[in-house]
């Protein structure tokens, strides 16, 4: 089946740092989707790509879609405590019909 | 502006009892609607998938059900609840080519 491989799958943060995660597939994707899950909630969309190359940006956090097709990151600058917890990345591969293929999730957590 | 509710937040049930966790979609028509379920601290496992009224597509054999008796409405069912089905299930609706999908709250689960 089609795999999306997402890290790291944890990272420890000092506040005002900046923070770098990223996903790559086995097939060339058409959408690229960036969420974040605080505990106990549903995860919120972030940033929605849907073109090779794309960069978009959502007040500190930016995103890109890989030149490749394979492939995205999601940057955090400057962070905050309110940046901690789950980042999903999910893709829809071409023809996949409606199915999103989902990364295994980023926690973020802030040194105290 | 569109809203998804899912209740209840937080469900304990003994095994073997039914089960029944409902999904509705205000402000908008049509939508596709999902089900996933998700282990403490792992991704997302989509459980169903619905393009509409009656049209249940299952992912992954299981004890579990799915209906949409109305176009808005998606149920997740069980007869008899195993320990295995313990989890955070989280109901989502998207639309439109390349949709995006936004999430409801979620429900714990927990089977004792």
């Known amino acids: 089946g089609q795999q999306l491989n997402q890290s790291p799958q944890s990272m420890f943060i000092q506040e005002g740092e900046d923070v770098s995660m990223n996903c790559t597939s086995s097939s060339i994707f058409n959408t690229w989707l960036w969420y974040k899950q605080d505990p106990g909630e549903g995860p919120v969309l972030l940033i929605a790509l849907y073109k090779a190359g794309e960069l978009t940006s959502n007040g500190r956090l930016t995103a890109q879609f890989g030149i490749t097709r394979k492939d995205s990151f999601l940057n955090i600058s400057a962070s905050i405590p309110s940046d901690v917890g789950i980042y999903f990345c999910a893709g829809r591969f071409m023809d996949s019909n409606y199915q999103l293929i989902w990364g295994a999730g980023t926690k973020l957590i802030i040194k105290p | ?112």
């Open chain 2, 1 to 112: 502006s569109q809203t998804i509710h899912q209740w209840p937040a937080t469900l304990v049930q003994p095994v073997g009892s039914p089960l029944s966790l409902e999904c509705t979609v205000e402000g908008t028509s049509n939508p596709n609607l999902y089900w996933y379920r998700q282990a403490a601290g792992r991704g997302l496992q989509l459980l169903f998938y619905s393009v509409g009224i009656g049209q249940i597509s299952s992912e992954v054999p299981q004890n579990l059900s799915a209906s949409r008796p109305q176009d808005r409405q998606f149920i997740l069912s069980s007869k008899k609840l195993l320990l295995s089905d313990s989890g955070f299930y989280l109901c989502a609706w998207g639309a439109g080519a390349n949709e995006k999908l936004f999430f409801g709250s979620g429900t714990q689960l927990s089977v004792l």
